[in-house]
């Protein structure tokens, strides 16, 4: 069998012109014409893109390490490309923008193959034709393991734009989706369990979906006062929110969403589904604030089948901190235990 091509054989530049080549490849075969507002795109030292007059630019970049964000062992490269265009998807989703361009730099240790990042580019192409986005450029350097780190850029009207710090008391808090899958789906893989038994759990970790079309319509009808995506869990993100907006909160851990899958799985080992939904990570849900006037609005966009949404609990004062109602009816303080990176405890 013939060794597979390596991207140290072909090179960095070779690389770069092989993935210009690709993205066109991409654009053709979906139909989408060159966008006229990309001014110079792949293969220049930077991108000029003009945005649209009256519009806020957004710009939002993450990076995903190898045995930090993902395991090639638990992931393939498509579904590891994917998932680095979702995060940054949900980070413009979580201010209500409109996603546009998008720039990919890569760590490589030169032992990949072309396959693989053929691979992994068909999944980032896959993930930005679902939000109708390009690629634009980027970059690529030697790496000790696979980094991947991507620039969105977005834009939203001024008028439109959702922050953190916009929440008050006497909001109510909603979230979208189901929670607590993603991180049972991690631990489904890592536990090599066989994936049909509990199907859909481990593709909410490796292929999970950012809500930004949710987020653009809440932008569009201004109905959130705050939001964020849940990237490190519910108890650490409603932290953060709850900071910035100098607010408390009080949840109800019965209207917690989540899934009958999830259920099944934790009553299998024995385990609190609701642990899983309170501090497990890489949701990338929208949690968000809906002033007591505006929750008709949302209420009839929910009954009408265009957003999927639940009311969680509400936002209370600063001072009692953030409260959460047990199943049982206990009441406790919930403390932020989700994912952090310099957490020597974690």
């Not at 490589?108 to 986005?133: C, N, P, R």
């Not at 909001?171 to 369990?193: F, N």
Request: proline share 5%; hydrophobic share 40%; glycine share 10%.
């Amino acid at each position: 069998m013939a060794r597979p091509l390596r991207v140290s054989s072909i090179g960095e530049f070779g690389l770069i012109r092989r993935i210009k080549k690709n993205a066109q490849k991409q654009l053709e075969r979906v139909c989408v014409p060159c966008d006229p507002a990309i001014l110079l795109g792949i293969g220049d030292d930077a991108a000029a893109v003009l945005p649209s007059p009256g519009n806020c630019l957004l710009v939002t970049t993450d990076i995903l390490l190898e045995k930090t964000h993902f395991d090639l062992a638990l992931s393939s490269f498509f579904q590891i490309g994917y998932k680095s265009i979702a995060v940054n998807l949900s980070d413009i989703a979580a201010m209500g923008g409109v996603p546009r361009f998008y720039l990919v730099s890569l760590g490589l240790t030169g032992k990949e193959s072309v396959s693989d990042m053929d691979h992994l580019y068909q999944g980032m192409f896959w993930a930005g034709h679902e939000a109708g986005i390009s690629l634009i450029g980027g970059n690529t350097a030697r790496s000790a393991f696979l980094l991947i780190s991507i620039t969105l850029l977005g834009e939203i009207p001024k008028n439109e734009m959702v922050m953190r710090s916009g929440a008050n008391v006497g909001d109510c808090l909603y979230v979208t989706g189901t929670l607590g899958d993603s991180a049972a789906g991690l631990e489904i893989l890592q536990k090599r369990m066989r994936k049909g038994t509990f199907r859909g759990l481990p593709s909410k970790h490796q292929m999970p979906m950012a809500r930004w079309r949710e987020g653009r319509l809440l932008a569009q009808n201004q109905i959130p006062s705050a939001m964020i995506d849940l990237s490190d869990g519910l108890s650490s993100d409603l932290s953060h929110l709850a900071i910035q907006s100098g607010v408390g909160a009080r949840l109800e851990c019965k209207n917690i969403p989540i899934s009958p899958t999830l259920k099944r799985y934790a009553k299998s080992i024995g385990a609190n589904p609701y642990d899983y939904a309170l501090h497990g990570g890489e949701e990338y849900e929208l949690l968000f604030c809906v002033p007591e006037e505006k929750r008709d609005k949302l209420e009839a966009l929910i009954q009408n089948g265009e957003i999927e949404a639940r009311q969680i609990g509400k936002l209370i004062p600063k001072r009692n901190g953030i409260l959460v109602k047990g199943i049982d009816g206990a009441i406790y303080k919930l403390r932020p235990s989700g994912y952090d990176h310099f957490n020597e405890k974690r």
